[in-house]
């Protein structure tokens, strides 16, 4: 599976910035894209937390440099996002199995995703003893019968198809924090 996938992608810096901010936004529990948008907490144990717009906009801006390698990198004419969204999976947090492109009637625009795009905002202390979490990876499933894992690292931007099936493993300490987005 070609995966793209940028270290450093933000500079830690600019993710501590992201997540100062999100230390004081609003925060409700993650929803599960399904016939009907819902929190559900036997697949999904996360919150989506809300933030200025000017962290909206410096997110968007480093996802943004990303666009044109990206479309050329999976041969895809991208040229717009949905529109980021920041997650926390605290410990014992995780997203079960699921895909990010769908077709369902509470969502009708995640039909058009193309690409998931994951920006780790922390490390994992798997890769940085100083790491903000454990557990926590992102496993993807690129067929049947193979999957692998992506340990997060501060700053590292990982983008793929949205039709391929993923999800977070639980958190096992700390807490975990990412922002998503869909290229379309």
């Known amino acids: 599976m070609t995966l793209y996938r940028v270290p450093g992608a933000m500079d830690e810096t600019t ?34 937390i809300d933030v200025a717009e000017d962290i909206i906009a410096l997110v968007g801006r480093h996802l943004d440099a990303h666009l044109d390698p990206i479309a050329a990198l999976y041969r895809l004419s991208l040229d717009s996002r949905e529109g980021p969204s920041f997650l926390r999976y605290g410990s014992g947090g995780f997203y079960k199995r699921h895909v990010d492109r769908a077709h369902v009637p509470s969502w ?44 997060p690292t501060r700053g590292m ?8 099936p993923h999800e977070v493993l639980v958190v096992t300490s700390g807490q975990r924090d990412a922002i998503v987005d869909w290229f379309y």
């Not at 920006?119 to 940085?128: I, Q």
């Not at 931007?157 to 391929?164: G, K």
Request: charged fraction near 25%; aromatic fraction near 6%.
């Open 15 to 48: 993710c501590r910035r992201v997540r100062a901010a999100m230390e004081t936004g609003a925060c409700e529990p993650a929803e599960v894209l399904a016939d009907i948008i819902e929190v559900q907490s036997q697949v999904r144990r996360a919150a989506e």
């Open 157 to 164: 931007l990982v983008a793929f198809p949205a039709s391929i």
């Open 108 to 151: 009708p625009s995640s039909a058009h995703r193309q690409i998931t795009a994951v920006l780790f905002l922390g490390s994992s202390l798997e890769v940085e003893p100083s790491g903000e979490f454990g557990g926590g990876a992102l496993r993807l499933f690129p067929d049947e019968d193979a999957s692998f894992d992506i340990v």
